[in-house]
């Protein structure tokens, strides 16, 4: 007896171990509430989608309460062919206010969508639906709903869906308070309901979003995902304007190539009318699945104010259901987000060919139970070590970054554009103990701007032309944009941009080279001219430039605010707690780090930072040894010949006396 209590403890204790390592290797756990004993099905919701390792769930696993796994298979979903149903057109009565129609199917179906076609376009109308299986007893399948036909403006619904019902009439009453009678369909069709084992398709309602810097003319978003590798087919928008025709890009960052750069994930143009309380829009963008946790929203604004957006929901593809066999229909766990997991391999396997001809039992998920917060599980599982040594003297700049902690963004100023290689490849970032901090460099698909002081030149030239001066931050800066505006409405004018350039002959005077011109025009009175954008080539080496407007015989055009659009870049890393950084720069002979955060890129890339921008670059670099500073040479200069005028009169006055005698 004693022999078998020992047994049963020890077993105890193996079951207590082996539940506790199994959950340990899983980030999320919850309940799945079986429908009851026997075959049960399940679809996966927003919660597994986004906590899962991949899209494939192959991390998915099913247990007992007392520890045993539990099979189960994914069943992929069905893409049944759409079968439609044709029905007579029957005339109804019309009102003061509204008119309509109904249509007869023959014979009760079970249906959940109404197609219209032959309606003479174009139309903006509102309606009601309603459905009868005998026509004296209806049923209100859609209060308010609104079809349109609007060929100038490409937008198109002649179908609607509603509740799955059996019905053998459907009725249409057409709102006419706001808008004329339309004509009759030329026909009508009901599509019938399938029987379907699969879910119905997933939809995130609202996600959240915020407004990015953007250069003139585009408004961008930058919308959070409730996780990675989401099988998100098309993301559609809510905007405030009732006019829209604008095109919508959207992209997201991935690692190529040592850095991180955009790619595009799909495009669409957006069109909104609004017709008073009615409204006809197509707002869906079809893309790709995106990997990571975020994507943006670019929008092509043209000459119209930034986007007013409202809201973003996401689409997302069919996804398969889960088919599991129950003992006793009791409550089992769910676990999941474990990245080293491969799919399971069940037995299971062997009915798959039978499943879907016998009823299912409908299981429902319960809470999540997050062991761990998304940035502890970050920086526990990314989080890099310090990497080699470096010597800061190496360097021309060293400038502090502000304190922070786990993954960090840092935005790269104009400084950093100006004082280092053209790829960036001599940035470095180093700890208290001049050890590397790895990092990835991020080019960003936005850009960043600078107001310049623009001022007035008085020059001997010609009366026709405007000059002005223009100061820039820096000498070297990369490739960039002048932005110049103006308050005039009808104009023509040639811009140029110069610089002073010296002579090939050093008796002769500066040459001015003209780096950028264009034809600045605008014709329209009634609304505001676009600003003009030059091209400025990179490295000009000055911060010196004039702005030559030739005015004709008209009268100087009134120039307003003028500013240099700049490439932004960010570097992503990861701050150590309690650490004091620096952000090194400005080393010609240095080549592009090598680290082995590059192997996490993909995972990193997705996860959001906080982000830091860096204080104002000293005017006064740091000199890098083996090179003395210009004013402490010409310092020791002088005390050298200083002293060595002392050797010699010295010199001279003990020779004197030796002369004389």
């Known amino acids: 007896m004693k022999r078998f209590l020992f047994n049963c403890c020890i077993l105890l204790l193996i079951c207590s171990v082996t539940g506790k390592s199994q959950s340990s290797t899983f980030r999320y756990e919850r309940p799945l509430v079986p429908g009851g004993p026997g075959p049960n099905r399940i679809s996966p919701d927003m919660a597994l989608l986004s906590g899962a390792d991949s899209a494939s769930l192959r991390d998915l696993r099913l247990f007992e309460p007392t520890g045993p796994e539990v099979p189960y298979l994914l069943i992929p979903p069905e893409n049944p062919k759409s079968r439609w149903k044709a029905g007579s057109i029957l005339r109804v009565a019309a009102t003061k206010t509204t008119s309509g129609f109904e249509v007869d199917l023959g014979s009760a179906s079970t249906i959940d969508r109404l197609l219209l076609a032959g309606i003479r376009a174009p139309f903006l109308k509102r309606f009601k639906l309603e459905g009868s299986g005998d026509r004296s007893h209806w049923t209100l399948l859609a209060a308010e709903g609104t079809l349109f036909d609007l060929p100038n403006e490409n937008l198109r619904r002649l179908e609607t869906d509603f509740t799955p019902g059996e019905y053998r009439y459907l009725r249409v009453t057409w709102d006419d308070r706001e808008s004329g009678v339309v004509s009759e369909p030329r026909n009508a069709s009901a599509l019938l309901v399938e029987r379907r084992t699969g879910p119905a398709p997933l939809r995130a309602g609202s996600v959240e979003f915020r407004r990015l810097s953007a250069s003139q003319g585009v408004s961008r978003f930058q919308v959070k995902l409730p996780g990675p590798h989401l099988p998100i087919a098309a993301v559609e928008l809510s905007v405030g304007e009732s006019r829209l025709l604008r095109t919508a890009r959207v992209t997201e960052s991935r690692f190529s190539r040592g850095e991180i750069v955009s790619e595009a994930l799909g495009s669409s143009e957006l069109r909104r009318v609004v017709q008073g309380s009615l409204s006809a829009s197509d707002l869906r963008i079809p893309i790709r699945a995106p990997e990571g946790r975020e994507i943006e929203i670019a929008v092509e604004d043209g000459n119209n104010p930034p986007l007013n957006l409202t809201g973003v929901a996401l689409e997302f593809s069919p996804q398969p259901w889960i088919y599991l066999e129950s003992r006793t229909g009791t409550t089992l766990v769910a676990r999941y987000g474990s990245p080293r997991l491969e799919a399971p391999k069940y037995d299971l396997e062997a009915v798959r060919q039978y499943i879907g001809r016998t009823d299912l039992k409908e299981a429902r998920w319960g809470d999540v139970r997050d062991s761990q917060s998304e940035e502890t599980a970050v920086d526990s599982v990314l989080q890099p070590q310090a990497g080699a040594a470096i ?255 002392a050797l010699l009169v010295r010199l001279l006055r003990s020779e004197n006396p030796a002369s004389n005698a």
């Open 391 to 645: 010597d800061p003297m190496e360097f021309r700049y060293s400038r502090k970054i502000p304190e922070s902690s786990g993954l960090t963004a840092l935005l790269l100023d104009a400084g950093v554009l100006a004082h280092s290689r053209s790829d960036l490849s001599d940035l470095r970032i180093a700890d208290e103990s001049n050890h590397q901090i790895p990092y990835l460099l991020e080019k960003r698909p936005d850009t960043f701007e600078l107001n310049l002081p623009l001022s007035p030149e008085k020059t001997g030239g010609s009366e026709k032309e405007s000059h002005y001066h223009l100061e820039l931050p820096f000498e070297n800066l990369p490739q960039a944009k002048l932005i110049l505006n103006t308050t005039e409405r009808t104009f023509q004018r040639k811009i140029a941009v110069e610089i002073q350039r010296p002579a090939s002959d050093p008796r002769s005077q500066p040459v001015m080279e003209t780096v950028a011109s264009a034809i600045w025009r605008h014709n329209d009175p009634e609304i505001a001219a676009p600003p003009l954008f030059l091209d400025l080539p990179s490295s000009l080496g000055t911060t010196s430039a004039t702005v030559v407007v030739d005015e004709g015989d008209n009268h100087p055009l009134a120039l307003g605010t003028t500013r240099l659009e700049l490439p932004l870049y960010r570097v992503r890393f990861f701050y150590p707690a309690d650490a004091k950084l620096r952000l090194l720069y400005g080393n010609d002979g240095l080549s592009a780090p090598r680290y082995d955060l590059e192997l996490l890129a993909p995972r990193l890339v997705g996860v959001s930072g906080k982000e830091l921008a860096l204080d104002p670059e000293a005017r006064a670099p740091i000199a890098p040894p083996g090179r003395i500073p210009v004013k402490l040479f010409w310092a020791a200069l002088v005390v050298a010949v200083l002293v060595v005028l």
